[in-house]
């Protein structure tokens, strides 16, 4: 009798053991903002996973908390999609060139096994903001038809985005859709050339023709070098 008891014992034991096997198994990470490097509170968290033919279901949807945190405990080792999204942030990659868009959400493939029961996954978001300004010519009038372009500086001058406007009848312009980080700003015109390069247009440079491309960098010099940087906070405009 007591052989039998203790032989329940061990079976109930052995079952809660393979009842919290599945535990051991873990999902977790944080999702951070893009150029502020803090969590992003309440971002949409979904957990995909594959079957053995390659089929995608979902295996778990949830939040992060305040600081950008996550956690989930998959049922069984194998791949896993991580996918985080929030209205009005984007992901910092996968920019469309052709809709003119970033893709709104982010994303990791990861495996899950015995061997490695616990995979931290990092992922971030971003806020877009915009940068504004007026260009003027010596008698502070506007000049429209000015090509106005803002070029990532991290590492090398390029485009990130939709980065390129012209300034409108009364002289304004707004770049929006912009990734946080710091930019130099050139702006130029068809059909005339500064020398020296001046801060401010004036109308008759504005009638000279078939002298090449004009272009200076903001404040006002020749050498892209030479440019000051402009920074661009996630959801804040910036003014020129």
């Known amino acids: 009798m007591k052989r039998s008891r203790l032989a329940v014992c061990c079976l109930l ?8 096997d599945p535990d051991s198994l873990q ?9 502020l490097n803090t969590g ?7 957990v995909y996973q594959f079957s053995k033919i390659s089929k995608r279901t979902i295996f778990a949807t949830g939040k992060t908390d305040p600081q950008g945190n996550f956690r989930f405990y998959p049922s069984r080792a194998g791949d896993y999609y991580v996918e985080a999204k929030k209205p009005e942030y984007v992901a910092t990659t ?22 490695h029961p616990e995979v931290y996954v990092r992922l971030a978001l971003m806020r ?14 506007p000049v429209e038809g000015i090509s106005v372009e803002a070029l990532d500086d991290s590492g090398s001058l390029r485009r990130v985005g939709p980065a390129m406007t012209r300034t409108r009848g009364d002289g304004s312009f707004r770049i929006q859709n912009l990734p946080p980080g710091q930019y130099r700003v050139s702006v130029s015109a ?12 004036s109308a008759e440079d504005m009638n000279i023709v078939g002298q090449g491309v004009g272009t200076f ?6 050498d892209a070098s030479a440019a000051g940087k402009v920074t661009i906070v996630p959801g804040t405009p910036a003014d020129l």
């Open 94 to 115: 996968g920019y469309q060139a052709a809709a003119q868009s970033f893709t709104k959400e982010t994303g990791s493939l990861i495996a899950v096994s015995h061997d």
């Open 190 to 201: 068809l059909g005339f050339s500064f020398s020296p390069p001046p801060t401010k247009f």
């Open 13 to 20: 034991a052995s079952g809660w053991a393979c009842a919290q």
């Open 40 to 46: 992003v509170d309440g971002a949409e968290i979904t």
């Open 128 to 141: 877009l903001a915009e940068l504004k300004g007026r260009v003027v010519d010596e008698d502070d009038k």
């Open 217 to 222: 960098w903001w404040p006002g010099v020749r």
């Open 27 to 35: 999902i977790r990470g944080i999702v951070a903002e893009s150029g």
